[in-house]
């Protein structure tokens, strides 16, 4: 098992709202396992996100959608904490929960999206995140990191990684990239698609952006099909 107490290897951490769950997010967690080196992804959706907008449907939904995702696949495990918490969604007490468990020495990869990361001093105690996890941030082929604020652009002066091997050096504090294959999906196109009247319009409209099992989901609970919410991006808070 990619978790097992046994493993050295880094482990991922994906957080997001999975507003719903889709072949991009998918193709991130697979190709950082890949380009990364690392044992596994442990997706965790966000409960009650305070620094985007509300997910358009409800937390356990999300969840449920994330399970059916990646049923049957051994890289991915679910972590439904902060779901089941109630509370308010930040990284950093996540962060803290799961050093905790895996202990003082286990390479922890925080993934995120390029626009996520240039975000990151508006996070809640964003600094603390360097000493409970590396960040990995994906770009697409050819593409740098620019155009960071100012705080951001100082701490990746002396954090940047140069090989992911480096991250099994220590288990937290570096800042890596890796090229994600471009993959034209957004949740707020899936929203927009299934906002569309009828179940066979909807699932021709969506089919190639999300497992079926997620789609089927998405129509016995009649989720999505009123009105669309500006996107959410992954993380953030």
Known sequence: MPESAGNDAPLGIFGGTFDPVHFGHLRLA?????????????????GQP???EPPRVAAVDRLQMVRLA????PRF?????????????YTVPTLE???????????????????????LPTWHRWRELFSLAHIAVTL???????????????EQGHRLLSTPSMLLQTPAGGII?????????????????????????????????????VIDYIDDRHLYQNTTTPACSNDGS
């Not at 697979?30 to 966000?46: D, M, Y």
């Not at 990646?70 to 696949?73: E, H, I, K, N, V």
């Not at 050819?142 to 652009?153: E, F, K, V």
């Not at 993959?183 to 299934?194: K, N």
């Open 70 to 73: 990646l049923a049957g696949d």
């Open 77 to 89: 495990s679910v972590d439904a904490a902060e779901v089941e918490s109630g509370e308010a969604s």
């Open 30 to 46: 697979g190709e950082a396992i890949a380009q990364l080196g690392l044992s596994g992804v442990r997706w965790i959706p966000a």
């Open 177 to 213: 990239t890796f090229a994600m294959t471009p993959l034209d999906v957004s949740a707020t196109q899936i929203r927009t698609a299934l906002a569309a009247a009828g179940r066979t319009a909807r699932t021709a409209r969506v089919s190639h952006l999300l497992p079926q099992a």
């Open 50 to 52: 305070r620094h985007r």
């Open 97 to 119: 929960r799961l050093r905790a468990e895996f202990g003082p020495r286990r390479s922890l990869v925080l993934l995120l999206g390029a626009d996520a990361y240039a975000g």
């Open 140 to 154: 697409r082929p050819g593409h740098a990191l620019a155009g960071l604020p100012s705080a951001l652009a100082a």
